[in-house]
């Protein structure tokens, strides 16, 4: 990459990470490209130079997110063949992922809805496409659930999962190896 477009990609990954802190405070509907932009430390209409629009920074956001964690995902059980480990592993990355991007987390759950048809549902592909990545090794240590039930297990273990950014405390020492080991009970226990 040329010196130029390393920092216009730095710029857009600045502007990403601006907004989905500002998303998460405040909601989408409440923040301005100008605030966007003092963010970031330029003007609202240069937001323009990196995306069509507002929404179009809230669609590359969720993406993005989404992209992220089935990329991982299908890193880890591609790697992994232990289907123990695996688990293990995609739990670990999802915590990274929650605990390091937990205001992503947040827009997501509350801006999903503000997308438009189109990028909803490819969000929504990309999220079915992460969960079936869990649903592999999961399926092999618990044959004896059918998949509506191995369904019902992984969306709530990604709701706990997901509720890190709203209920941990950061300072805990504890709380990922809590929030790991009731991850791993919700799906494998009885």
């Keep these: 990459m040329t010196w130029r477009a390393t920092q216009k990609a730095n710029r857009r990954a600045e502007l ?3 907004a989905a802190r500002l998303f998460a405070e405040r909601g989408f509907g409440a923040v301005s490209t100008a605030d966007l932009g003092d963010a970031v430390g330029m003007s609202g209409p240069a937001l323009y130079r990196h995306f069509a629009s ?18 991982g995902g299908r890193a880890l059980t591609a790697t992994i063949g232990d289907p123990q480990w695996a688990l293990t592993a995609l739990i670990d ?39 079936q990545e869990w649903d592999r090794p999961f399926a092999v240590l618990r044959p004896d659930l059918a998949p509506a039930q191995r ?19 950061a300072s805990a020492d504890d709380t990922r190896g809590i929030l790991a080991g009731m991850a791993a009970r919700a799906l494998l226990g009885d």
């Design 151 to 169: 369904q019902t297990r992984l969306l709530a273990t990604f709701g706990l999962l997901n509720s890190t950014p709203h209920s941990a405390v």
């Design 93 to 131: 990355f999802h915590l990274d992922f929650a605990t390091t991007d937990a205001d992503v987390i947040r827009v997501q759950d509350r801006e999903l809805g503000n997308l438009p048809a189109d990028v909803n549902q490819q969000v929504r592909r990309l999220q079915r496409e992460y969960v």
């Design 16 to 18: 990403m990470a601006a």
């Design 54 to 71: 507002k929404e179009a920074l809230l669609c590359a956001l969720l993406l993005d997110a989404s992209g992220r964690l089935l990329n």
